[in-house]
């Protein structure tokens, strides 16, 4: 996203909004959604519940992404792009492992990718 806010006008917000709905009724993920439209995550399901668009997601994601989290080849975002969560999301369920005493988890640093550093 860029720091720079863009001004928008209520019709402009609208359209995009509705716009951005209609890519997630399509089957795209919030993630890619997101990252298409220079928007948060936040926005993404505010604008699916505004058009009452239903976001498919695993309700219960964190055993796969905890088994998944084992694989030292798999970024946060890989992990994230596969299941359709936040990479926020990826490295909350990596910190309670670590900090669960988890073993056999790789080394990572919470917040750093490394497809992104």
Known sequence: ???KME???HTERSARRKRIADQILKGDSVADVARQNNVTPHLVYASCKQFGVPIKREKEAWPVILKRLFDPKLAFTDI???????VQRISAIYKMAVDAGIPGLPVRKVGVDKKTG
Do not use: A, R
């Open 1 to 3: 996203m860029t720091t």
């Open 7 to 9: 001004l928008f006008s």
């Open 80 to 86: 994230s792009e596969q299941l359709n969560v936040t």
